[in-house]
């Protein structure tokens, strides 16, 4: 397709032959998509679900589970919360398990109902297309098939937009950072006046801005350009995978004027409706595309016009690119099949190790200082420190004893440590053992200690004791 876009002919500019992204003219100039609307059936059901994703994306970082809130990402203090359990970086393993089963789960959904995502629930779709473009067609209407808005607003108008697009970034700015901080210090930061916390303030204001520019002028972009799912949505893809489609076969060649769907013509009538409501400026007709978001406007879109024309709907449509070439489509292949069976193996493996070692983490380091005693010519002492996190929801004293080798003992060298929810305590050990149990294994003998909580969750930790060899 040759770049749209006029180019001074004395320009030193070459236009390029090929389009490079829908948002560029020829010149390399913002090419600003002002999409129409088509309120079709799926227009009507991605609006409800937009609603109700805003209400839950709101709503989120308020809700708590066993005390605590459902998601936290608390960089600063490296924790992540998540229904009620929290992972230190110490938990590398859990959360790769968790990493692995979202990952899989998106190759599933996607090896299955394509850019599904992208089109109903992705955040950046759901607030551009159901809060921002809306204030602009409050503001300057629409051109009814895309172009330029109906009206150019004056300076107060322009004004105007500006105040409403910047409350609700920083009404969503605000909700963004609670995820990453919580709303109790976000309340907080709130209440203080910006002098008394300035970083946050800070933080805020960028996070303001950085939306303001997302939704003000970057728009479409952040799908094309930056979103990595976007571009690696061609390797999850198959020709079975369901996409938004035009149906080639019944629509070209397509034509402009009276002689609809006549036996030498197809059932497109080039009215351009498709074009003019796609958000990121393409044209389905050209087949399956990396801009394509799967928003469905351009099914609504065409629905609307085949119905006054007289003609079925579904010229574009849910399909897949196999049944459009009339193959039989099938859910069951290798990708649906290994794909949840992987997430559903990683999932199983996180649970497992989530419940049954998850209610305290204990780490067990060498004490400074001399690495063993003998003390009353008999006994060897040797004394280490255990790094003991409670991870449970509730205050838990901690028993120790040694499994192995039988003639040693270990204490606590104080009380026994009590530790509240999340606390975490360096404590003292003495392991004593008779003093000739190194000798023979050139000063040094393996060791397992088990440390249990009063829940009945307990660990067993290696150890080394040193002594005369
Ligand atoms: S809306 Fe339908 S009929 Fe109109 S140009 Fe697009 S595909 Fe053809
Ligand atoms: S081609 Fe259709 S489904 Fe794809 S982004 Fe444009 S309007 Fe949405």
Redesign the pocket.
């Known amino acids: 397709m040759m770049m749209s876009g006029h180019i001074d002919p004395n320009s030193p500019l070459i236009p390029a032959q090929e389009m490079v992204l829908p948002t560029l003219q020829g010149d390399g100039k913002r090419r600003w998509i002002n999409p129409a609307l088509a309120k079709g059936k799926y227009w009507q059901r991605r609006r409800w679900l937009a609603y109700a994703l805003i209400a839950f994306f709101v709503t989120l970082p308020h809700l708590r589970f066993a005390g605590k809130p459902i998601v936290l990402i608390d960089i600063v203090s490296r924790e992540f919360t998540f229904f009620g359990h929290t992972f230190y970086p110490t938990d590398s393993g859990l959360l790769l398990l968790l990493l692995w089963t979202v990952f899989f789960t998106v190759m599933f959904v996607t090896a299955v109902g394509g850019r599904i995502w992208c089109g109903w629930g992705c955040p950046q779709t759901v607030y551009l297309e159901f809060l921002f473009r809306p204030i602009d067609r409050l503001f300057a209407g629409t051109a009814g098939k895309g172009g330029k808005p109906r009206k150019s607003l004056n300076t107060a108008l322009q004004l105007a937009r500006f105040a409403v697009y910047l409350v609700c970034s920083m009404f969503l700015a605000h909700t963004f950072l609670s995820y990453f901080v919580g709303t109790d210090r976000l309340a907080q930061w709130i209440r203080l006046s910006p002098w008394q916390h300035p970083t946050a303030f800070g933080v805020m204001a960028a996070a303001t801005a950085g939306l303001m520019y997302n939704f003000m002028f970057f728009r479409e972009q952040l799908c094309m350009v930056a979103c990595p799912y976007g571009r690696f949505q061609s390797v999850m893809l198959d020709r079975k995978s369901l996409i938004v489609t035009?149906d080639i076969h019944r629509?070209e060649p397509?034509h402009k004027g009276k002689a609809i769907g006549t036996d030498k013509t197809g059932?497109?009538?080039?009215?351009?409706?498709?074009?003019a409501v796609c958000p990121t400026g393409i044209d389905?007709?050209n087949g399956l595309q990396m801009e394509c978001i799967h928003c469905t406007q351009?099914i609504d879109?065409?629905d609307g016009?085949?119905d006054k024309i007289g003609k079925p709907l579904g010229?574009?449509r849910y399909s897949s690119q196999d049944a459009l070439a009339g193959k039989k489509h099938s859910w069951i292949r290798a990708r649906t099949l290994i794909y949840p069976a992987l997430a559903l193996l990683a999932s199983s493996l996180f649970l497992v190790l989530l419940t049954t070692k998850f209610a305290f983490d204990a780490r067990i380091l060498s004490s400074p200082g001399s690495p063993y005693a003998v003390t009353n010519s008999r006994t060897l002492q040797n004394n280490f420190r255990v790094r003991l996190r409670n991870r449970s929801n509730q205050q838990e004293t901690y028993s120790i004893e040694i499994l192995s080798p039988s003639s040693a003992s270990v204490q606590w060298s104080d009380a026994a440590p009590t530790l509240t929810p999340n606390e975490t305590k360096l404590v003292p050990i003495m392991v004593t053992a008779p003093v000739g149990i190194t000798a023979a294994n050139h000063g040094h003998i393996k060791a397992v200690v088990k440390i249990a909580d009063g829940s009945g969750h307990s660990r067993e930790i290696d150890l080394t004791l040193l002594g005369p060899g």
């Open positions: 035009y629509g397509r059932d497109c009538i080039d009215c351009g409706h498709c074009t389905i007709r351009c879109a065409c016009v085949m010229l574009i």
